[in-house]
Each structure stands twice: as structure tokens, then as C-alpha cells.
């Protein structure tokens, strides 16, 4: 039985960087579409970038085959490159001396990216790819918003993020 095909735009903003925030997703599954953002008071735009592939994983309810299409060389480059599994073995450290960034974030990350078989595909930003400019759009209309939480992640490094229950498709 196959697995249902979702593809999935993801972008973050952060303005300054480090500064207020935000992030923007598109699902998109066959007719079904579903925008997700939101905005933090104080983060960082890679962190931003991570957090968007994670809202739109999570959001799938079951198995999923996902393309997820981001113009974060961080994020495309640490998973298909593998430097996010070596972290993890090395106890979310770089090199000896030197901490993996977002430890928080990547651990969530794992979790839901097992969860389905996902690839990962690098789009060049602000190119006129119109769900990757969507995806802009929501990104820097939520870090400019009233309505902003605080990245406990970024604030306090030793938090976890809370794990909304979001959920997209049947």
C-alpha cells in the first residue's frame, strides 16, 4: 500500500536575526491545501527555517511519502548531507569542543521526520516560486504581528518547545 503523497513549502523570517520572528508552511495534498505561521517575540531565522519543516510534519495525522521544499541551506544540508544524525550519536555536539545549534529543535525534528519518509528539496528563495513565496509572506506577516510567543528554546536553551497538536489530512 502506498503512502500518500504531500508536498510541503516551508520559510522563516527573522528580522533582525537574532530577533522577532516567524515562521510559514503550505501543505499541499492532492485538492487540499493548508497554510500554518506563526510568530515569536525573539529567534533566530534558522531556527525559524527548522521550526517550519517541523509544524509541517507534524501536522500530517499518518504516514506520509513527503517532498518538503525549503530555501534553508541549514536545514536541506544538516539532513541530506547527514550532520543531524551524526549530532545526534555524538550527543548533539559538533566536534568535541563545539555544541550543535538548536539541539532542541532537531531532537523534535528526528522524532516526527521518522515518522514518515521524507526528502528534502532546496529552492533558491525570493525567485518568484509561488508556494515558497507564500510561505515568505506568512513568515514575515507572523514576526510582525501583535500575536507573538516566546521561543523557550532560543530564550532558555534547556527548554523544550510545546508541541501544538496540529493535524492535516484525513
Not at 510534519?57 to 541549514?74: G, H, I, M, Q
Not at 528526528?110 to 525567485?127: A, D, F, N, Q, R
Request: contains cysteine; negative net charge.
Amino acid at each position: 500500500m502506498s503512502l500518500p503523497e504531500v508536498q510541503i513549502y516551508t520559510d522563516g523570517a527573522a528580522e533582525p536575526n537574532p530577533g522577532k520572528g516567524g515562521y510559514g508552511v503550505v501543505l499541499l495534498f492532492g485538492k487540499h491545501r493548508k497554510e500554518l505561521s506563526e510568530g515569536f517575540e525573539l529567534t533566530t531565522n534558522n531556527r525559524m527555517e527548522l521550526l517550519a519543516v517541523i509544524i509541517g510534519l507534524e501536522a500530517l495525522k499518518k504516514p506520509c511519502e513527503v517532498t518538503v521544499f525549503s530555501d534553508s541551506r541549514y536545514v536541506v544540508d544538516a539532513v541530506e548531507k547527514g550532520s543531524v544524525f551524526r549530532w545526534e550519536k555524538k550527543n548533539w555536539m559538533r566536534t568535541r569542543t563545539e555544541k550543535a545549534k538548536n539541539p532542541d529543535l532537531w531532537k523534535r525534528f528526528l522524532t516526527v521526520y521518522e515518522k514518515h519518509t521524507v526528502s528534502l528539496e532546496w529552492v533558491p528563495g525570493h525567485m518568484g516560486i509561488m508556494e515558497n513565496e507564500r510561505c515568505d509572506q506568512l513568515a514575515v506577516q507572523a514576526a510582525k504581528s501583535d500575536k507573538k510567543v516566546v521561543d523557550e528554546g532560543y530564550v532558555n536553551p534547556e527548554a523544550v518547545m510545546p508541541n501544538p497538536q496540529l493535524d492535516f489530512f484525513g
